[in-house]
């Protein structure tokens, strides 16, 4: 057996074991006891008894959340931008991908990020993602971040309390899993669960069960909460399919009367691609349809079916494939990356990019730029642990140990690959005191943390031709590129190393008899990284690098709201807090180190109005913010940009009574890349538009690059987010069990890239859905893309914006059956 023969076998062997586990918990599931636990009354003594509203599906802010600033606050006592998903919004609504999550709350739209879904754009810029308040390592696009796990999805807008350590400047989103206990803390009294299958268009098969409830080991009570999912899907897309697994555990118990234990963790497995959507993008294939064909001119010397790094930098003469600007095309080179090339020039000094049999065709919505052997491989392994001492008197001590890490491999037949082995483990001191007088309520926390994150890294960007392929006919040996992690070798960068934080954060929170409540806190951290080259590995051994250092920075935040006798809480919140600037594998490279740029911070200026009226039955929000990286020199252009954001979010929850939800928002954003500003120039790829009396034909088998001119604040807007975005939804449940609903969002028309030359077309997004449930069955069908708009999402639209973009998928629908026990 050739050893690519027993990696496959071995490969095959590891899916099944996974698999059996899987069916393993399906099958403990479904020969559970038939018992629903109904959650206990809070008892009477509880000084904050929690507010049931029937028929509002959790939707309405009543529930305390410790994800913004740590407290036990409810999001109308919180002075932030946030908002809350509940399982049961999500299972109504069939929302399945956090695109599904831009109808649900304000603040939130999201870019491409090359078609995969890993975290939300939050204010404009890429979010973070936490899970039960611990930060996750980062996930632009490595793999799809997993939903149907989730008891509740929080999102915060903005920076994070100091409490929770260095976080970016947009916000983030925090998933909290499935609990063991019910509402008051007490143990379920028995188990209950639910067995789901949801198949849909394109050959969609999901198959998921959990079940949660109270367990005994000898006489140690406990509780526990199990979910599996397995996913095996096609794709509108050609070339494309997810294959998948998530496996997640949670238990909880009471060590003594006053210690309690809980742990957990969860394991997705994933198999899938990246994808890049259209290339040679042009505003008439946008708008009509019509691609540009045609065949790139050969450059595979050696016959072996792929163009190999050394073909690619030894084309045109050795010029490569990648002209910046106007270089060797006008006197001095690089005087004008658009107005110095020419036909001529092209023709005469880069034949190699020219295609041939050039022409044009209606392109189909499903061919795209993946390849046959494309693949996105990842798997990610969470676990947490924590001990919670409850010393009475309001005194608690908890400590919280958390892991995260991934392996990833990503591979695009165009001319792109990374790879990332990566994780973290975080421990963190909760130290918590409250105190009650006759003025108020007052709580203080105070808390030293440890995170130490190790990374490997490496990738190979610099032979990424999007447009050598022509989508009508797909990849062949004109177009596949041997990538690094083919031929392990050439890589772009290839690093690995480690860095550490040592952090200490004390809050207050002073709630006042009389309505004021202010909530203060302030945070230091000092990390140290140690990052190292693998000069073995690089196509250009001579600029690896290492370098160790460290740098501390302060964090601090400063809030007041206030409960006026009407209902409103007018709040304001002003902020300043650390971000580590690190890359999509967790990496920080020597450059950044040496200078320091590998921490920044932000600074943030919030504010607005809350309230619940009408018993508790509406909500309604409004904050009005700014927020700003200080330091425009540091950036991460994939993961952590250096941008201002101004804007507006409005959100409104109606339970107009036990039958009637409605949800309304408004987003108002405005984001500027302080980076461009200040250097006057954005490094891009050119596209078709950008090059304007340019043949095609002449430079669409290479990629010319080059700076985009920056010459104002309005040029430096970050593309592809809308300006004004408006969402709402709506449900209602009749008391025979039918329930509808439905979701609608209008995007307006946004530019593409950058240099603003092609523009995507407004559009408006509705998905509807409709359940009936009759003893433990539930039946749901759902339909995204009601209307069959066709519409498209921006693509990294710093750096290929104006080269391609993604057509979103039409009409489609998926159908649930659900047996609850």
């Known amino acids: 057996m050739t050893a690519r023969m027993k990696t496959v076998d071995a490969a095959l062997q590891a899916r099944l074991r996974r698999h059996i586990l899987a069916a393993g918990l399906l099958a403990c599931t479904a020969m559970s006891a038939p018992a629903l636990a109904q959650d206990a009354p809070a008892p009477a003594d509880d000084p904050k008894e929690e507010i049931v509203v029937t028929g509002s599906l959790n939707a309405l802010p009543l529930k305390d959340v410790g994800t913004v600033f740590g407290f036990d606050k409810n999001l109308v006592e919180t002075p932030r931008s946030a908002s809350s998903i509940s399982k049961e919004q999500m299972e109504r609504f069939g929302i399945t991908e956090i695109y599904d999550l831009v109808a649900q709350s304000p603040g939130t739209f999201t870019n491409s990020f090359f078609g995969v879904g890993g975290a939300l754009d939050i204010r404009g810029t890429p979010g973070e993602v936490y899970f039960r308040g611990m930060r996750r390592l980062d996930n632009p696009g490595n793999y799809p971040t997993p939903i149907g796990a989730s008891d509740r999805i929080d999102i915060v807008r903005g920076p994070a309390s100091p409490i929770f350590g260095p976080s970016k400047t947009g916000g983030y989103m925090n998933f909290v899993p499935k609990s063991a206990r019910v509402a008051n803390g007490k143990y379920m009294?028995?188990?209950?669960?639910?067995?789901?299958?949801?198949?849909?268009?394109?050959?969609?098969?999901?198959?998921s069960a959990d079940i949660r409830g109270p367990g005994h080991l000898?006489?140690?009570?406990?509780?526990?909460?199990?979910?599996?999912?397995?996913?095996?899907?096609?794709?509108?897309?050609?070339?494309?399919?997810?294959?998948?697994?998530?496996?997640?555990?949670?238990?909880?118990?009471?060590?003594?009367?006053?210690?309690?234990?809980?742990?957990?963790?969860?394991?997705?497995?994933?198999?899938?691609?990246?994808?890049?959507?259209?290339?040679?993008?042009?505003?008439?294939l946008v708008d009509n349809g019509t691609y540009i064909t045609g065949s790139a001119k050969p450059l595979d010397t050696n016959g072996d079916g792929q163009i190999s790094h050394g073909e690619a930098?030894?084309?045109?003469?050795?010029?490569?494939?990648?002209?910046?600007?106007?270089?060797?095309?006008?006197?001095?080179p690089f005087s004008n990356p658009f107005g110095g090339l020419t036909n001529a020039c092209l023709a005469a000094v880069y034949p190699d990019m020219g295609l041939t049999n050039v022409g044009t065709a209606k392109l189909s919505r499903r061919d795209t730029l993946t390849g046959k052997n494309d693949r996105l491989d990842n798997t990610a392994k969470t676990g947490y642990l924590d001990l919670i001492f409850d010393a009475g008197e309001d005194f608690e001590i908890k400590n919280q140990l958390f892991y995260d890490g991934y392996t990833n491999i990503n591979e695009n037949t165009y001319g792109f690959s990374q790879f990332h082995d990566s994780w973290v483990i975080e421990d963190k001191i909760v130290i918590s005191k409250?105190?009650?007088?006759?003025?108020?309520?007052?709580?203080?926390?105070?808390?030293?943390?440890?995170?130490?994150?190790?990374?490997?890294?490496?990738?190979?960007?610099?032979?990424?031709?999007?447009?050598?392929?022509?989508?009508?006919?797909?990849?062949?040996a004109l177009s596949d590129r041997?990538?690094?992690?083919?031929?392990?070798?050439?890589?772009t960068s290839y690093l690995k190393g480690h860095y550490s934080d040592i952090g200490l954060a004390g809050l207050a929170d002073l709630d006042f008899n009389f309505g004021l409540d202010l909530t203060l806190g302030a945070r230091y951290d000092y990390l140290k990284v140690t990052t190292v080259d693998i000069a073995a590995k690089l196509e250009d051994p001579s600029s690896a690098a290492s370098a160790r250092g460290g740098k501390g920075a302060w964090s601090w935040s400063a809030s007041a709201n206030y409960k006026t006798p009407f209902g409103l809480v007018p709040y304001v919140t002003i902020s300043r807090q650390s971000t580590v600037v690190a890359g999509q594998g967790a990496e920080i490279y020597a450059g950044d180190v040496t200078s320091g740029a590998f921490i920044s911070a932000s600074k943030l200026y919030e504010g607005g109005v809350k309230g619940t009226f009408l018993d508790n039955r509406l909500y309604a929000a409004l904050s009005i913010y700014k927020q700003t990286r200080t330091d425009r020199?540091?950036?991460?252009?994939?993961?952590?940009?250096?941008?201002?954001?101004?804007?507006?979010?409005?959100?409104?929850?109606?339970?107009?009574?036990?039958?009637?939800?409605?949800?309304?928002?408004?987003?108002?954003?405005?984001?500027?890349?302080?980076?461009?500003?200040?250097?006057?120039?954005?490094?891009?790829?050119?596209?078709?538009?950008?090059?304007?009396?340019?043949?095609?034909a002449l430079f669409l088998g290479g990629?010319?690059?080059?700076?985009?001119?920056?010459?104002?604040?309005?040029?430096?807007?970050?593309?592809?987010?809308?300006?004004?975005?408006?969402?709402a939804t709506a449900t209602y449940s009749f008391d025979n069990g039918l329930a509808v609903a439905g979701s609608i969002t209008h995007v307006p028309s946004v530019f593409s890239g950058q240099s603003q030359v092609v523009k995507l077309p407004a559009y408006t997004l509705v998905d509807a859905s409709l359940s009936y449930a009759t003893g433990p069955w539930l039946f749901r069908a759902v339909v995204k893309n009601l209307t069959d708009a066709k519409y498209f999402r921006a693509n990294f639209t710093e750096l290929f914006g104006s080269t391609i973009a993604l057509p979103e998928r039409p009409r489609s629908w998926q159908a649930s059956v659900v047996y609850k026990f």
């Open 218 to 284: 000898g006489t140690q009570e406990f509780g526990y909460s199990l979910y599996a999912e397995v996913e095996d899907s096609g794709s509108y897309y050609r070339n494309m399919s997810t294959k998948q697994t998530i496996l997640q555990a949670a238990f909880d118990t009471d060590l003594a009367s006053n210690l309690r234990l809980e742990f957990g963790g969860m394991y997705h497995d994933f198999k899938g691609q990246q994808n890049g959507g259209w290339n040679r993008l042009t505003q008439d």
């Open 434 to 476: 409250t105190f009650r007088t006759d003025v108020g309520k007052f709580a203080i926390q105070a808390s030293p943390s440890f995170r130490y994150t190790r990374f490997k890294h490496g990738d190979d960007f610099n032979y990424e031709y999007f447009h050598r392929v022509d989508l009508t006919k797909g990849y062949d």
């Open 703 to 727: 990629q010319p690059i080059g700076l985009v001119p920056i010459a104002n604040k309005e040029a430096s807007r970050r593309a592809g987010i809308p300006e004004d975005l408006y969402s």
């Open 482 to 491: 041997l990538l690094s992690t083919e031929c392990d070798c050439n890589y």
């Open 189 to 207: 009294d028995s188990a209950a669960g639910q067995v789901t299958y949801t198949g849909g268009s394109w050959g969609k098969h999901v198959l």
């Open 633 to 696: 020199n540091s950036q991460a252009i994939v993961t952590n940009q250096a941008v201002e954001t101004k804007g507006i979010e409005a959100e409104v929850r109606w339970s107009v009574d036990k039958h009637l939800l409605l949800t309304a928002n408004y987003t108002k954003t405005r984001v500027y890349n302080l980076t461009a500003i200040g250097s006057g120039a954005l490094f891009s790829f050119f596209g078709i538009e950008d090059l304007k009396g340019l043949d095609p």
């Open 313 to 332: 930098a030894a084309a045109n003469g050795g010029l490569g494939l990648n002209p910046f600007g106007s270089a060797f095309c006008s006197t001095p």
